[in-house]
């Protein structure tokens, strides 16, 4: 067995959603590698999560998967951004290794590029979120 990486890239999935649904389970994307949070001080990621679209309900039409884009993705689908969040690195680490997470594979680099893209104009996307990232984008940048 190997041991989850908690970095840009990484999928796996995550519960969300109410607990009566038994496909509770939604793929989170991890869009950062672990950072410190500045405001929290504790080494964080940020993911979000992809949901399937159906045309007739509400979504965020920002940045649309297909199927075949992520072996897991086999419906057409859209980034959640309203349902990023910001996680402890050990916690992804550890959930996995409990089996509360299921670890999936990684999703193709260009893509998470323009799903990051998409997360600074998606107005789904939380002032809190927004910060997290910038402060990333910061660090990686060396800004």
């Known amino acids: 067995m190997s ?15 109410p607990a009566h649904d038994i496909n509770r389970n939604h793929l989170f994307i991890l869009l950062t590698d672990p950072v410190n949070n500045p405001e929290n001080g504790k080494v964080c990621v940020l993911l979000t999560s992809l949901s399937t679209l159906n045309p007739a309900l509400p979504h965020d039409p920002t940045f649309i998967l297909n199927p075949g ?4 993705v086999t419906r057409t689908s859209y980034v ?6 910001i996680e402890e690195a050990t916690k992804l680490v550890n959930g996995v290794a409990t089996g509360e997470f299921i670890a999936k594979d ?19 996307a939380s002032p809190k979120i927004l910060r997290f990232f910038r402060v990333y984008t910061a660090l990686i940048s060396g800004t």
């Open 106 to 124: 990684l999703m193709d680099g260009k893509i998470v590029d323009q799903i990051c893209a998409g997360l600074t104009i998606s107005r789904h």
């Open 69 to 72: 884009d992520h072996p897991f």
């Open 3 to 17: 041991l989850f990486q908690p970095l840009r890239r990484a999928t796996l999935l995550y519960p969300s959603g």
């Open 80 to 85: 959640s951004y309203a349902h990023s969040r």
